[in-house]
């Protein structure tokens, strides 16, 4: 434990990550998705890119919202919504923990 303005914390260890296990515990546990992140170091980012694929998602329901008789549309938008940015984030939750591993095995041979 470290501490860092008064706030402990642990810092991420650097060892290498399973992608298999990041990816199904993601699936199955919601909110795991921010401890893969912490793990592999790139909270920030997979916060972003959810946060954007929500945002764009609400988007395109609003867009909707001004059809007539599209209450329906609108919902089927904001669940395509939430679960695509559940998936977007999953592939870069994969890709980062490949690149994640790949980096600590040029420093660690």
């Known amino acids: 434990m470290e501490d ?5 914390y642990d810092k991420p260890k650097k060892e290498s990550v399973s992608v298999a296990w990041q990816a ?47 209450d329906m549309i609108v919902g089927i938008s904001v669940i395509i919504a939430l679960y695509g940015g559940g998936i977007v984030l999953l592939l870069f939750i994969v890709k980062w923990t490949m690149d994640w591993n790949e980096k600590l095995n040029e420093f660690n041979p």
Do not use: H, M, Q
Not at 4 to 8: D, E, L, Q, R, V
Not at 46 to 58: F, K, P, W
């Open 24 to 70: 199904i515990l993601c699936v199955i546990l919601p909110f795991y998705w921010i401890y893969a992140l912490y793990r592999i170091k790139r909270v920030g980012k997979g916060v972003l890119v959810y946060l954007g694929t929500l945002v764009g998602g609400i988007g395109v329901a609003y867009v909707f919202s001004s059809l007539e008789g599209s």
């Open 4 to 8: 860092n303005g008064g706030i402990p």
